[in-house]
Antibody, heavy 118, light 107 residues
Framework: QVQLVQSGAEVKKPGASVKVSCKAS????????INWVRQATGQGLEWMGR????????GYAQKFQGRVTMTRNTSKSTAYMELSSLRSEDSAVYYC???????????WGQGTTVTVSS | DIQMTQSPSTLSASVGDRVTITCRAS??????LAWYQQKPGKAPKLLIY???ILESVVPSRFSGSGSGTEFTLTISSLQPDDFATYSC?????????FGQGTKLEIK
């Protein structure tokens, strides 16, 4: 079955960077986009960007341009999201999600909690 | 960016009730709308895509309709497992955007 398994919780200091991984299984990794979505406590879902694992092409929300980098390792069927210059407002649960232009995001990782605190 | 506005923000209902949640887009998104269900501490789960297509294994009591700027999610007869937060999301254009969510509570 399709599964996305993310790396564990992170605690970072302001100004630091965090890199979250998302390992895919149960389907051909290069056939579907990987999206990244975050959710602060008690807040709605916020789309950060997407990556095509086949080409490596990415598209980021303007809000995160210059701070976010999405990459992949196709031999490991794993996608990565790195967010730099962290601030307290970046504390959130970060999700990866498989997607296509037809059905948007049909499979999600379990989420990775990132806490930014001095 | 396309703004997505859901109403109501909170909905109190009883098992067996029929409920409807509305989602409005700030500009036309054709039928490129998805609905998700999310329970506390869990990832969102896709219910409906392209405004009205039920994801496989989603019960038929869920239905979606609409196009352009106005969309609805209807649950025909609420079950205990349905009490959760529901979010709409447009994928007509980047950046993808979500509604703020509707929390469905037990009355």
């Amino acid at each position: 079955q399709v599964q996305l398994v993310q790396s564990g919780a992170e605690v970072k200091k302001p100004g630091a960077s965090v890199k979250v991984s998302c390992k895919a299984s149960g389907y051909m990794f290069t056939s579907y986009d990987i999206n990244w979505v975050r959710q602060a406590t008690g807040q709605g879902l916020e789309w950060m960007g997407r990556m095509n694992p086949d080409s490596g092409n990415t598209g980021y929300a303007q809000k995160f341009q210059g701070r976010v980098t999405m990459t992949r390792n196709t031999s490991k069927s794993t996608a990565y999201m790195e967010l730099s210059s962290l601030r307290s407002e970046d504390s959130a649960v970060y999700y990866c999600a498989r997607g296509t232009t037809l059905f948007s995001m049909d499979a999600w990782g379990q989420g990775t909690t990132v806490t930014v605190s001095s | 960016d396309i703004q997505m506005t859901q109403s109501p923000s909170t909905l109190s209902a009883s098992v067996g009730d029929r409920v409807t949640i509305t989602c409005r887009a700030s500009q036309s998104i054709s039928s490129w709308l998805a609905w998700y269900q999310q329970k506390p501490g869990k990832a969102p789960k896709l219910l409906i895509y392209k405004a009205s297509i039920l994801e496989s294994v989603v019960p038929s009591r869920f239905s979606g309709s609409g196009s352009g700027t106005e969309f609805t999610l209807t649950i025909s007869s609420l079950q205990p497992d349905d009490f959760a937060t529901y979010s709409c999301q447009q994928y007509n254009s980047y950046p993808y955007t979500f509604g703020q969510g509707t929390k469905l509570e037990i009355k």
